[in-house]
């Protein structure tokens, strides 16, 4: 790695360094808000692989491809000293009428800006030679490395990242879109916009040619947006996954007063594809809200992508026929080709004296890639958690002839150790936690879980009630519902397939939970009663469970009639007109058969009521 | 500074070598939300002090609706849920003393072998100690957790609590995983040069000590001898 000497080598090197940093925050910035920047499938790739690689190893973070869209941008014409200005802008449709779908002209654009990203390098001293100055770009390097690890954690961390994930979430039918602009200038807020948002700058960087800082203003609650995905459009349940197809939609968030305001051009004609903005492709076209921008830019012919024509309002130095060409993406006053190179090949301020380091590929790169690919912005795979973890029961839909919510209560009894509350059986938390590490290592197979992420839905579950949706690497929208293993082991043992509706389990399960939480033995014989068939949804269920399983469970003589008797008091069979037949010892086995169900059945009684009482089976068997 | 959990104490150390700790108090109210909060923590330290190259991961947490940052180094992450692991074991065991997870970056100084000791010194540069407590359920232990205790109440109003427990810890969280942000940006002087590796660039070591009141300090006191430095903590 050769040293620049003087002062215009040691500029030409903070220079790389400050552009490539931009570049990097941008990246950054817009892969954590706009899923539609991301390169899908090959279509939008702006470089080679190699390339690619030697991108990702600037700053030491790996992000995969960059967007064209950061090509698009003219990004080498600009003044690298300006701040870099990105809007992150919430886009929502408003209905006019009852009609859920968008037609052309009857909805009201609205976008609302909800984040706005300040990079930029305040000049310091004069360019200069600054005794050791390698040493003095190492550390900054260093510490630009930093400084970028920890804005992409708060970009996770800051209210927007939750509209984003649902944006990536859902398959199609969301209704609000996130664009982005970049500019060299910052317009000023309004007074409504300064009162809702909140502040945070980064800890700068001091270099000796100036000082490197990002901050960031945003909106602290985006609840008055409403966002939702759109109820027209609700979740396909892929049924070789979930088995039935009966699911309630998500409960929509509670209305409240849309008090946002508007920060750009309020309304704008639609185009024909009016709905496009509300489907998510995903394959990479440009953007989403295709509709919008091009309703005042001159598109630049073609398929142009939305956001570079929106940007040539902005950047006013940026030619448009410059947006395409990628090669430019190289810095063009770039003399010094060898060091470049150099910094294109390996962190600059490696220790070890090779320019290039040849790293073998490290296990997360090539084994986890496809989790990497799923998961930057999109979160790894999120386990179902066992029912028993509570959820509302609010979108659950009792399905009361689903014959595979029995085989899960049953083995409940093995958490509760001695502790009422679920979650607190800390062997059941290591399995979880291991289950969770096969899960996260696991590439895509499909397996989606759906994520609610609801406040209200959150109230009234005890533990990691959520459904998380993920989108399949392949990048189909299937989106199915299964369970991973929970905390309780016994869930790798059940066959995903015989574990129809995870919704139901949990109205089985409220009560449970609320027994546990009262070791009371009236209620527990209160509840016992009750799941014979009175009242709230949960126990209805499980009666259901029951009777289905009765129903079809193997027969001793082919007459649904004593089944239905058998499953209110198995005890009292024998005296059931006909039962003397359910003795014969040709049907032994059988009858074994089904003593060994009614003894589940009493397991699971059991278990919710948490006490025990003898039963008739035991004295009859 | 925001105190995470239900016991407010919290107090920045900061070491005479140019070190941070930070110490904290967090009190969770059950073994998920111990693991969680334990394992954003950790995770979102190690993602900033993990220099080399990473590709990041997210990581959504079941219980809170955080997202935190992993390296998507698939070692760590198995270390690092071995930690926690051994840190329940731990608390299990020892519900009524102070459990700490430590986390410390160290450089490996190549000590002369003498006579007396061919041991590799350690030098500390960066030491965090999270201080975790995880609530037992007064059902079963009751009497005996000296943090604050769940009151459960037959009926809604232990969930009811619970969940308003439990977005008050997410908030908490939340918070210090900012603070957490803002002082791996605030100390980075002290951080040694970055050497030519993937992922994990400097060596660390996650220790949990279970310690009395009395003799926790004497634990670090031992444990800053053994790095070789001569002053202590103020």
Wanted: aromatic letters at 8%; glycine letters at 8%; hydrophobic letters at 30%.
């Amino acid at each position: 790695m050769d040293l620049q000497s003087g002062p215009h080598g040691d500029y030409g090197r903070f220079e790389q360094i400050l552009s490539q940093f931009l570049l990097k925050s941008l990246h950054i910035v817009l892969d954590s808000r706009v899923p539609s920047i991301r390169p899908r499938g090959g279509r939008g790739r702006l470089l080679s692989g190699a390339q690619s690689k030697k991108n990702d190893k600037w700053f030491s973070l790996a992000l995969g491809d960059r967007p064209s869209a950061l090509g698009n941008l003219n990004f080498w014409h600009r003044n690298l000293m300006e701040p870099m200005v990105i809007d992150i802008i919430l886009v929502q449709e408003m209905q006019s009428d009852q009609d859920m779908y968008v037609s052309s002209g009857l909805g009201t654009v609205v976008e609302t800006l909800i984040e706005r990203w300040v990079v930029q390098c305040e000049s310091g001293s004069p360019m200069g030679f600054h005794g050791d100055s390698s040493a003095s770009h190492k550390k900054t390097y260093k510490k630009l490395i930093i400084l970028l690890r920890s804005l992409y954690s708060t970009m996770r961390l800051l209210p927007a990242h939750r509209a984003f994930r649902k944006l990536c979430l859902s398959s199609k039918g969301c209704d609000f879109d996130i664009i982005y602009k970049v500019s060299s200038f910052s317009a000023p807020f309004s007074r409504t916009e300064e009162e809702v948002m909140k502040q945070y700058v980064f800890i700068p960087v001091d270099a000796p040619q100036g000082r490197l800082s990002i901050s960031v203003t945003y909106r602290e609650s985006l609840s008055d947006f409403n966002l939702e995905t759109s109820a027209s459009f609700p979740p396909q349940i892929i049924t070789d996954y979930v088995g039935s197809p009966a699911t309630d939609p998500l409960r929509a968030f509670p209305s409240t007063d849309k008090g946002f305001c508007v920060t750009s051009v309020p309304s704008r004609g639609m185009q024909s594809s009016s709905s496009i903005p509300f489907q998510r492709p995903h394959s990479w076209t440009g953007g989403l809200h295709r509709g919008a921008p091009l309703g005042r830019n001159l598109p630049l012919g073609g398929s142009p992508p939305a956001y570079p024509s929106s940007l040539g309002q902005y950047e006013a130095a940026s030619p448009p026929t410059d947006n395409y060409r990628f090669q430019n993406y190289r810095q063009p006053n770039h003399h010094k080709a060898t060091s470049f190179d150099d910094y294109q090949l390996s962190p600059p301020f490696s220790a070890s004296p090779s320019p290039s380091p040849s790293p073998s590929p490290p296990t997360y790169l090539s084994s986890g890639n496809p989790v990497q690919n799923r998961t930057r912005g999109e979160s790894s795979p999120v386990s179902i958690p066992h029912p028993m973890l509570g959820r509302s029961p609010r979108y659950l839909s009792p399905n009361l002839s689903d014959p595979n919510r029995n085989s899960l209560p049953p083995l409940s009894p093995r958490s509760l150790k001695h502790d009422p509350s679920y979650q607190d059986s800390p062997s059941g938390i290591r399995s979880w936690r291991r289950s969770d590490l096969t899960r996260t290592g696991d590439p895509s197979s499909g397996i989606i879980n759906y994520y609610s992420g609801q406040k209200g839905s959150r109230d009234s579950k005890d533990d990691s009630g959520r459904f998380s949706a993920l989108l399949s690497s392949s990048g189909s929208p299937r989106v199915g519902l299964s369970r991973s293993s929970s905390r309780f082991s016994f869930q790798d043992d059940l066959d995903d397939s015989d574990f129809s509706c995870p919704f139901i389990v949990d109205d089985v399960d409220t009560p449970e939970m609320q027994a546990r939480q009262n070791v009371d033995g009236n209620r527990a014989s209160e509840l016992t009663s009750q799941t014979f068939g009175v009242g709230r949804k949960s126990q209805d269920a499980a009666v259901g469970a029951l009777v289905h399983m009765l129903r079809t469970a193997p027969p001793l003589r082919q007459d649904s009639s004593c089944y239905s008797s058998r499953s209110l008091n198995p005890g009292l069979e024998g005296d059931a007109g006909t039962a003397s037949g359910f003795f014969l010892p040709r049907k032994t086995s059988d009858a074994l058969e089904e003593l060994r169900v009614y003894k589940d059945v009493k397991d699971l009684l059991l278990s919710k009521s948490g006490a025990r009482f003898v039963s008739k089976e035991d004295t009859t068997g | 500074m925001v105190a995470m959990g239900f016991d407010a104490g919290r107090r920045l150390v900061v070491g005479a070598w140019g070190g941070v700790g930070l110490e904290g108090d967090w009190t969770t109210a059950g073994w998920g939300e111990g693991v969680e909060v334990a394992g954003g923590i950790l995770h979102t330290i190690l993602f900033h002090r993990a220099l080399g190259l990473v590709r990041p991961k997210d990581i959504d947490l079941e219980l809170f609706e955080i997202t935190y940052v992993q390296c998507g180094d698939t070692e760590l992450e198995k270390k690092i849920d071995e930690k926690i692991e051994q840190f329940i074991d731990r608390v299990e065991k020892h519900p009524n003393k102070k459990n700490q997870v430590c986390l410390s970056f160290y450089e490996v100084k190549n000590k002369q072998p003498s006579w007396f000791t061919n041991k590799v010194e350690r030098l500390h540069w960066e030491q965090w100690n999270i201080n975790l407590n995880v609530a037992q359920h007064p059902k079963t232990h009751s009497g005996k957790s000296h943090h604050s205790k769940v009151l459960v109440d037959p009926g809604d109003s232990a969930l009811e609590e619970r969940s308003i427990r439990r977005a008050a810890l997410e908030t908490s969280l939340r918070e210090v995983l900012f603070q957490i942000i803002k002082f791996v940006n605030e100390k980075k002087d002290h951080v040694p040069s970055i050497p030519n590796l993937e992922g994990v660039s400097f060596p660390y070591e996650i220790t949990i000590s279970s310690s009395s009141d009395s003799a926790f300090g004497m634990d670090m006191f031992k444990r800053m001898l053994q790095t070789g430095h001569p002053t202590m903590l103020s």
